[in-house]
């Protein structure tokens, strides 16, 4: 996906990242929105589709960072 490609997110979308960008956790987001933490993780994974990550493990990785939530290995 080249650097000037317009991504089409969904209003809720768009206002899951911005609050990501916001540096809010998944409950914070989820609380603000009044939505539940598995629909602010559902939302990222469409996010992340939508930018192109090429890979489910990059998916995984991506999602558990952008959600908070740390892979206990």
């Not at 809010?24 to 609380?31: H, N, Y």
């Not at 559902?42 to 992340?48: D, K, N, S």
Request: hydrophobic fraction near 35%; charge should be negative.
């Amino acid at each position: 996906m080249s650097a000037d490609a317009e991504i089409a997110l969904t209003t809720r979308e768009y206002q899951v990242l911005r609050s990501l960008a916001d540096g809010l956790t998944s409950k914070e987001i989820a609380e603000s929105l009044e939505i539940s933490c598995s629909a602010v993780k559902e939302h990222v994974q469409g996010i992340l589709r939508k930018i192109g990550h090429a890979t489910e493990v990059e998916n995984s990785k991506s999602s558990a960072r952008l959600t908070g939530e740390v892979a206990h290995r």
